[in-house]
């Protein structure tokens, strides 16, 4: 019983370390004003046919804060690459010289800013439902482990375990939503 107990445990983590690791791309892909590779992250070309992210066609850097340079690796593909930056909606405007395409990131304005906070408020808040649920089912494995023989020390230690685990899982996401918060409103 105590390794099925152990085993809901290790369960119940591994679900709520997902659930931190996609709420961390969710919030790269809100942009803080400043360029980052990730803004491009659901951008995808048609490479020879074949639907291709753009980051495994080209390589993106940021020279500054506020550009990106997009390097294709077959220079035939500038103009594809600006077609589905621009369908993309983003909101960015590439231009090319000829070797490479680059994106100026315009900087947010206040509303955009609170917008964003928002958006990332919404995504953190969505991650805290999605370990209450992980909670929920953990919690009812117990209940029937319970009802199989568990003792009740026992089951009631695995509760306290599991609401420990939710009780850290959702100060981490406080703190990403505070660091984010807080990058996205710098100016």
């Known amino acids: ?49 074949v639907n291709t992210p753009l980051a495994q066609a080209s390589n993106i850097s940021t020279p500054d804060a506020q550009t990106l340079s997009i390097q294709p690796f077959d220079k035939n593909l500038i103009s594809e690459i600006e077609q589905a930056i621009v369908e993309s909606n983003l909101g960015f405007n590439p231009s090319n010289n000829g070797e490479k395409v680059i994106i100026h990131v315009p900087p947010l304005t206040e509303d ?18 999605q370990i209450r649920n992980i909670r929920q089912k953990a ?21 306290a375990s599991v609401q420990e685990l939710t009780n850290t899982y959702t100060g981490k996401i406080d703190d990403m939503f505070a660091v984010k918060e807080k990058d996205i409103m710098k100016v």
Request: glycine letters at 4%; aromatic letters at 4%.
């Open 1 to 49: 019983m105590e390794d099925e107990v152990k085993f809901y445990l290790d369960l119940a983590k591994n679900d709520m370390q997902e659930t931190l690791k996609r709420l961390e791309i969710n919030l790269t892909k809100i942009r803080a004003g400043k360029a980052n590779p990730q803004m491009l992250r659901n951008v995808s070309i048609d490479y020879y046919g």
């Open 112 to 129: 955009r800013r609170r917008d964003l906070v928002k958006q990332a408020k919404s995504e953190t808040e969505n991650a805290k439902v």
């Open 139 to 159: 919690n009812d494995e117990m209940k029937k482990l319970g009802k199989d023989g568990l003792s009740e020390d026992l089951q009631r230690d695995a509760e």
